[in-house]
């Protein structure tokens, strides 16, 4: 059973910090493109970022650029999203993502809470 399982969402207030976690099971972690997804009340799903399965390849939001930082653990199944400088209108649903091409991949985690306000 494939499970996408995010942590690390939270309130912060603007130009803090958050690093969101997602834990992987269920597949084989490292064949697998990881993405971060968003999504804001009353807007579509977009996404923050993408990083391949060996984490030679990544790619960013132009709103996330400069701003925040994907990474992998392929021994612990984790992809990560470290963000910094944060603004209110970074308020969404995080969600983690897995795919098999440099597209929107077929699982999706729960999703985690960011709050950025003061």
């Known amino acids: 059973q494939v499970q996408l399982v995010e942590s690390g969402g939270g309130l912060v207030q603007p130009g803090g910090s958050l690093r969101l976690s997602c834990v992987a099971s269920g597949f084989t972690f490292s064949r697998y493109i990881m993405s971060w997804y968003r999504q804001a009340p009353g807007k579509e799903r977009e996404l923050v970022a993408r990083i391949s399965t060996i984490a030679t390849r990544t790619t960013y939001a132009d709103a996330m650029k400069g701003r925040s930082t994907i990474t992998r653990d392929n021994a612990k199944n984790t992809v990560y999203l470290q963000m910094n400088s944060l603004k209110p209108e970074d308020t969404a649903v995080y969600y983690c993502?897995?795919?098999?091409?440099?597209?929107?991949?077929?699982?999706w985690g729960q999703g985690t809470q960011v709050t950025v306000s003061s």
């Open positions: 993502n897995a795919g098999t091409g440099w597209e929107t991949g077929y699982y």
